[in-house]
């Protein structure tokens, strides 16, 4: 599809192009309020699954004026937007499959004890905020697999991931005409039809359970309600005007590389916040898909890639892959600071940005020290802020999400196993 798309347009100013087109983006008349009004808050997450590697990513100097690593390099314009973390994690086992826990902390393993089992860090901002946008968030992925979601629930279930940009596209900004709103309407009824059955039904056997059982009844009576809450949700908002955009995508977006799609699920992110379509969003990465997904110097699969075996030459191929990410995560903060807020500060100002990992070490399993980054959102930021063991046991990653969740506007003083916010994390 590349190949095709580059013999009719330059590739470099195509992407030039369709950034530009985003910043031409008008504001909403709701945005238009005079400059005392309080932006809402924020809150994107994006999640590498095979890791970044610790010795590329890790400053060796605590605090300001830290050297940027190999991997960070391409976030250096940003210095004073974002904080480096290191000695954070989630205590878990080692392995791939952790790394889907990476913004809960629980495995669904071992959910039993908490509130609300394993929920994600986005999905407790978007039970917070739900309400007042279009959708409560958004839970995407790129060339990833449903299976890799990093979203969870709070009875413990996986949020699918949209994964492609058109139908996320036509989720923000295409029209319903009347025929759509009539057949939506009518498949809203028959979802909240077959739940009302399939609650009477249930009902029927409640009796003369035992403790276990009722335990896995509650969780799925749980699942239910939370399937109601969303019918209600897109109902609400059925109706109403979706906002309008200049911005397009190019047709076949979603045969191209990683490399050349990754670009606009990014602008769609900030298009998305832009608009208030949502305040909460997640991204997950795990293959490269076609091509070594089309990143210069990269022909292996990166599951492979991240069993490097310490061997130099399959560590720099890695580090291309990585290293693109913190670019495109980068290129994710010009944007956001590209975007005026009404009261004089930017989208980046309003958005806490986080990225990293679930698991450090790809090539051991390890989860120990996650890679971690947070940008934006009004925090004081600029330093690299490390974080000493206590034993053989590292401080809680769920201490940074409680901060988070914090300053989104929840008043909670626990989030999963944290135990207290993060020390040392001001806001500005």
Same mark, same amino acid.
């Given at each position: 599809?590349?190949?095709?798309?580059?013999?009719?347009?330059?590739?470099?100013?195509?992407?030039?192009?369709?950034? %530009?087109?985003?910043?031409?983006?008008?504001?909403?008349?709701?945005?238009?309020?005079?400059?005392?009004?309080?932006?809402?808050? /924020?809150?994107?997450?994006?999640?590498?699954?095979?890791?970044?590697?610790?010795?590329?990513?890790?400053?060796?100097?605590?605090?300001?004026?830290?050297?940027?690593?190999?991997?960070? =390099?391409?976030?250096?314009?940003? /210095?004073?937007?974002?904080?480096?973390?290191?000695?954070?994690?989630?205590?878990?086992?080692?392995?791939?499959?952790?790394?889907?826990?990476?913004?809960?902390?629980?495995?669904?393993?071992? $959910?039993?004890?908490?509130?609300?089992?394993?929920?994600?860090?986005?999905?407790?901002?978007?039970?917070?905020?739900?309400?007042?946008?279009? #959708?409560?968030?958004?839970?995407? %992925?790129?060339?990833?697999?449903?299976?890799?979601? +990093?979203?969870?629930?709070?009875?413990?279930?996986?949020?699918?991931?949209?994964?492609?940009?058109?139908?996320?596209?036509? $989720?923000?900004?295409?029209?319903?005409?009347?025929?759509?709103?009539? &057949?939506?309407?009518?498949?809203?009824?028959?979802?909240?039809?077959?739940?009302?059955?399939?609650?009477?039904?249930?009902?029927?056997?409640? &009796?003369?359970?035992?403790?276990?059982?009722?335990?896995?009844?509650?969780?799925?009576?749980?699942?239910?309600?939370?399937?109601?809450?969303?019918?209600?949700?897109?109902?609400?908002?059925?109706?109403?005007?979706?906002?309008?955009?200049?911005?397009?995508?190019?047709? %076949?977006?979603? @045969?191209?590389?990683?490399?050349?799609?990754?670009?606009?699920? #990014?602008?769609?992110?900030?298009?998305?916040?832009?608009?208030?379509?949502?305040?909460?969003?997640?991204?997950?990465?795990?293959? +490269?898909?076609? @091509?070594?997904? *089309?990143?210069?110097?990269?022909?292996?699969?990166?599951?492979?890639?991240?069993?490097? *075996?310490?061997?130099?030459?399959?560590?720099?191929?890695?580090? /291309?892959? =990585? &290293?693109?990410?913190?670019?495109?995560?980068?290129?994710?903060?010009?944007?956001?600071?590209?975007?005026?807020?009404?009261?004089?500060?930017?989208?980046?100002?309003?958005? $806490?940005?986080?990225?990293?990992?679930? $698991?450090?070490?790809?090539?051991?399993?390890?989860?120990?020290?996650?890679?971690?980054?947070?940008?934006?959102?009004?925090?004081?930021?600029? =330093?690299?802020?490390?974080?000493?063991?206590?034993?053989?046991?590292?401080?809680?990653?769920?201490?940074?999400?409680?901060?988070?969740?914090?300053?989104?506007?929840?008043?909670?003083?626990?989030?999963?196993?944290?135990?207290?916010?993060?020390?040392?994390?001001?806001?500005?």
């Amino acid at each position: 599809m590349m190949s095709r798309l580059s013999k009719t347009i330059d590739r470099r100013r195509f992407l030039h192009g369709v950034g %530009g087109s985003l910043l031409a983006l008008p504001l909403l008349e709701s945005n238009a309020a005079n400059s005392g009004v309080t932006s809402p808050k /924020r809150l994107t997450a994006t999640g590498i699954f095979y890791g970044l590697m610790p010795h590329y990513f890790h400053p060796k100097k605590v605090g300001r004026g830290y050297e940027m690593t190999r991997l960070l =390099e391409p976030l250096a314009s940003h /210095r004073d937007d974002f904080t480096v973390f290191s000695g954070l994690d989630h205590n878990l086992g080692g392995g791939h499959n952790s790394t889907k826990y990476f913004l809960s902390g629980i495995p669904v393993t071992e $959910m039993k004890g908490f509130a609300e089992a394993n929920i994600s860090v986005d999905q407790k901002a978007a039970q917070f905020s739900g309400a007042a946008t279009r #959708y409560p968030s958004l839970v995407l %992925g790129c060339d990833t697999g449903q299976e890799h979601t +990093l979203s969870w629930t709070r009875n413990g279930n996986a949020i699918p991931m949209i994964e492609e940009a058109a139908r996320l596209y036509g $989720m923000l900004f295409r029209k319903e005409n009347a025929h759509s709103l009539t &057949r939506t309407e009518k498949e809203f009824k028959n979802k909240q039809s077959i739940l009302d059955l399939v609650r009477d039904q249930s009902k029927s056997f409640e &009796r003369g359970l035992g403790v276990s059982d009722k335990e896995k009844l509650d969780q799925y009576y749980t699942s239910v309600r939370s399937l109601e809450e969303r019918i209600e949700q897109s109902k609400r908002w059925l109706n109403r005007e979706k906002p309008t955009t200049n911005y397009s995508l190019p047709a %076949g977006i979603d @045969e191209l590389t990683l490399r050349d799609k990754t670009p606009f699920f #990014y602008d769609l992110m900030v298009l998305a916040l832009q608009t208030d379509s949502t305040r909460v969003i997640s991204l997950s990465f795990t293959e +490269l898909g076609k @091509e070594g997904g *089309g990143i210069p110097g990269v022909s292996s699969g990166y599951h492979s890639l991240s069993h490097h *075996g310490q061997v130099q030459s399959v560590m720099d191929e890695l580090a /291309r892959v =990585e &290293r693109f990410h913190t670019s495109q995560f980068s290129r994710f903060l010009d944007k956001l600071k590209e975007v005026k807020e009404p009261n004089g500060q930017s989208l980046l100002d309003n958005t $806490m940005a986080l990225f990293g990992s679930g $698991m450090s070490n790809g090539n051991s399993h390890s989860l120990r020290d996650l890679p971690v980054v947070l940008a934006g959102g009004g925090f004081k930021h600029g =330093e690299h802020k490390h974080y000493a063991k206590e034993g053989r046991t590292s401080l809680s990653l769920c201490n940074l999400y409680l901060s988070m969740l914090q300053n989104f506007g929840l008043e909670i003083d626990q989030f999963n196993n944290s135990t207290g916010t993060l020390t040392g994390l001001e806001l500005t």
